[in-house]
């Protein structure tokens, strides 16, 4: 099926489609992550876009809410994860936006799955960075809630 799916592509898809070796090329899964990875068509596209500030005109709340409901279903997928996957990328997103600028951007970069992963680059940037002890700041928290991380579900940890 992959192997004529070069016919149907235009643009940039079908650029990314045909620099693949032809060994690849046949692996239609590893195809259209590819081209979805070029297209930047991916879960945090759409959570940028649903947390973005909609314009208001020429558009009801009807039209609104539907808009954000596709780009939820895109975004989270709740048809395909599970609850506790569905609560870790809201976890994941809340964690990202409250760390410091510097280690929230290294994270992004990475682009984890799991508020757990998220968490080791986290602790990885910081001690990269060489932050003294003498400051608990995110090292501290992170550290202790890393070894609290490794038997509950990150909710769990109130």
Not at 8 to 19: D, S
Not at 25 to 40: C, F, P, W
Not at 72 to 83: A, G, I, N
Not at 91 to 120: I, N, Y
Request: hydrophobic content about 35%; proline content about 4%; overall charge negative.
């Amino acid at each position: 099926m992959a192997g004529q799916l070069g016919v149907l592509l235009i643009g940039r898809a079908q650029g990314t489609y045909r620099a693949r070796p032809q060994s690849e090329a046949v692996n239609y899964d590893k195809v259209k992550k590819e081209i979805m990875y070029h297209l930047n068509i991916n879960p945090e596209r759409y959570r940028q876009a649903f947390r973005m500030k909609k314009q208001s005109e020429d558009k009801s709340p009807w039209i609104l809410l539907q808009v954000l409901a596709d780009l939820f279903d895109k975004w989270l997928r709740p048809q395909e994860v599970s609850k506790v996957d569905l609560c870790d990328q809201i976890l994941l997103e809340q964690f990202l936006m409250d760390l410091d600028h510097g280690t929230q951007w290294w994270v992004r970069c990475h682009c984890p799955k799991s508020s757990a992963g998220a968490l080791r680059l986290a602790e990885d940037y910081d001690s990269a960075q060489g932050e003294g002890d003498q400051e608990l700041g995110i090292k501290g928290r992170l550290t202790t809630i890393s070894s609290e991380m490794e038997h509950k579900e990150p909710w769990e940890l109130r």
